[in-house]
């Protein structure tokens, strides 16, 4: 099946600071969702972008799809960004209509 | 705007008995999934749900899973017989096309 890594696992950063986060997946895909895991455990939506570029605020998102990869990046970060980053795929797989989540960035912004 | 709601938000129970998860999708939404999370690992793929019936299932969703869709609204995941592995976060999720949107998660607690 598909594989999703995610890079850093952790990324420590002091408020205000700009950070990259990237997502590779090992085939094509139909769909990738980039999520913000709070520290309540939801999962907040943050991106759907099976290619392109999209922004929204301080946050945006960038995926290659012919060179399988995505990237996240967080400008001027705040305290209230900390958590886990997961970065999600579907396959082009007929029927498999599922999402693969990868390990996750846990990102920490200190004051 | 529409979400995608679960209850209730935490569950305590006994190990060796059932436990049913409730969900509501969004409402125009086809397709139906649940995931879970055990504490500190990604987010793992459960089961998928179009057209009244599982489309596809992992191979964590044994015999002591069910899922149904009693009514134009409901989606529930019961586990007949709980194990202490089965402590997790469950999240239930709908599309009506690519993009899946979660709900605000299930913390199952086994003991």
């Known amino acids: 099946g598909i594989q999703v890594e995610q890079s850093p696992p952790d990324l420590i950063l002091q408020e205000g600071a700009n950070s990259t986060l990237r997502c590779n997946f090992s085939d094509s895909v139909n769909n990738l969702q980039w999520f913000h895991q709070n520290p309540w455990g939801q999962l907040i939506n943050l991106f759907y972008?099976?290619?392109g570029t999209k922004q929204n605020g301080r946050l945006s998102a960038t995926t290659v799809a012919t060179e399988r990869y995505s990237l996240l990046y967080i400008s001027s970060s705040q305290t209230t960004d900390s958590g886990v980053y997961f970065c999600a795929v579907e396959g082009w797989i007929q029927g498999a209509q599922k999402l693969v989540f990868g390990q996750g960035t846990r990102l920490t912004i200190n004051p | 705007e529409p979400e995608v709601t679960q209850t209730p938000s935490h569950q305590v129970t006994q190990m060796g008995q059932e436990v049913i998860l409730r969900c509501v999708p969004i409402?125009?939404?086809?397709?139906f999934y649940w995931y879970r999370q055990i504490l500190g690992q990604k987010v793992e793929f459960l089961v998928s749900?179009?057209?009244?019936?599982?489309?596809?299932k992992s191979e964590i969703f044994d015999d002591q899973f069910s899922v149904e869709r009693p009514d134009g609204s409901n989606f529930t995941l019961k586990i007949r017989s709980t194990k202490l592995e089965d402590s997790a976060m469950y999240f239930c999720?709908?599309?009506?096309?690519?993009?899946?949107?979660f709900g605000p998660g299930t913390r199952l607690t086994v003991l």
């Open positions: 972008i099976p290619s």
């Open positions: 409402s125009n939404h086809l397709y």
């Open positions: 999720a709908s599309t009506g096309l690519l993009e899946q949107f």
């Open positions: 749900f179009y057209n009244n019936e599982i489309s596809e």
